[in-house]
């Protein structure tokens, strides 16, 4: 997320959403009571003798909202917001009734509130942390997928297909493969950014050919990994490359892959008979309350579970109000996966509940 503009006195902050993530951020941002300002369009109705009642022209026009609920859709990819609008830069705009604005990556707007509490601080600040992004390259002769990894949503930029069929040899007609890795070549340069990793997977010397490609180009040679033993391809690949030993040792300090630890040491703690573990919204509420969550994990799904929004962002604050940490992950993954058949969310306590009152955990020897 992209803070512009931010003074708590006056209750203002000026920002551009970037990701997924960006939209959990201002879903825990927004209280109804605030005011947000973006671009949007509405339908301006014709009048005259024969204009026709249902039809009417689109135009942009800036407006101000004053929220009155907000909601996540089931897959992350917007945030719709329901309110009044209480200004707009076209007269022609009607303020009466209820409205609603969908925002999405890329979109810029301001968000006024009456009382900018410290815990809004917190939150803003902490989405406004550089986090490495990664470009994923999981390529073969038959196709490459191009995967971006920011935080812990992936999204698949594009699949190339070359054309190419099998593993190539003798009696199969040659194909000239040098359009097919500029193509490729291309959409990573159209999707590079300054600091972005590219990570390349891949059998053999199609994998040794994409990397002198990347070497030759000024940008992408700057932050490039190859990923050995890996013979995964297209999208499917790209999702299997986030979750292998190669790719997990390139990006040990990122999100996904504290969020997969976290995970993990979740199941063994299950799977043990371990009480220092919570999943579901109860029970995590109630582990929240009591100040004994150290991580928290939610499946970008749950909010397709008719899940209480309200309550899950009050929990989610109350977590972080107390120290612990808060991650949300894509369900697309296999770590998302394993959340959500867990109820959407998973916490790792800091101590067991059941016993009343806290006990101090020895250190792992």
Request: overall charge neutral.
């Amino acid at each position: 997320m992209i803070v512009s503009e931010f003074i708590p006195k006056q209750g203002v902050c000026r920002l551009t959403v970037e990701s997924p993530d960006d939209l959990w951020t201002l879903r825990r941002l927004l209280s109804p009571g605030d005011v947000v300002v973006t671009k949007s369009s509405r339908v301006s109705k014709r009048e005259g003798d024969y204009a026709r009642p249902d039809k009417g022209e689109r135009i942009k026009v800036t407006i101000a909202l004053k929220v009155e609920g907000i909601s996540l859709d089931s897959s992350v990819g917007r945030l719709r917001v329901r309110g009044k609008i209480v200004e707009a830069s076209d007269d022609s705009v009607t303020k009466a009734g209820s409205h609603s604005l969908l925002v999405s990556p890329g979109q810029e707007l301001t968000i006024r509130k009456d009382d900018w509490r410290p815990s809004d601080t917190r939150i803003l600040n902490s989405s406004t942390v550089s986090e490495r992004r990664f470009l994923l390259v999981a390529v073969d002769r038959r196709d490459t997928g191009i995967g971006l990894l920011t935080g812990s949503h992936l999204t698949i930029v594009s699949t190339v297909e070359s054309g190419a069929s099998g593993k190539g040899g003798s009696g199969q007609k040659e194909v000239d493969m040098a359009p097919y890795f500029r193509k490729v070549l291309e959409l990573l340069k159209a999707t590079w950014r300054e600091g972005d990793v590219v990570v390349v997977a891949g059998p053999g010397n199609t994998k040794l050919t994409m990397e002198n490609l990347l070497r030759k180009d000024p940008d992408l040679r700057k932050n490039e990994v190859l990923v050995e033993g890996f013979d995964l391809s297209g999208s499917d690949g790209v999702r299997a490359l986030v979750k292998s030993d190669g790719f997990r040792k390139v990006a040990s300090d990122s999100v996904l892959v504290e969020v997969q630890e976290a995970v993990e040491e979740a199941i063994r703690r299950i799977s043990r008979g371990e009480r220092r573990i919570a999943y579901t919204l109860p029970r995590v509420s109630e582990a929240a309350k009591a100040g004994a969550v150290e991580k928290c994990i939610v499946s970008d799904d749950v909010f397709a579970s008719n899940v209480d929004e309200n309550a899950l962002v009050e929990t989610l604050n109350l977590i972080e109000e107390k120290g612990g940490k808060v991650f949300l992950c894509d369900s697309s993954l296999e770590t998302g996966k394993q959340v959500s058949a867990l109820g959407g969310m998973v916490a790792l306590l800091r101590y067991d509940l059941s016993g009343g009152a806290p006990t101090a955990i020895s250190p792992k020897r």
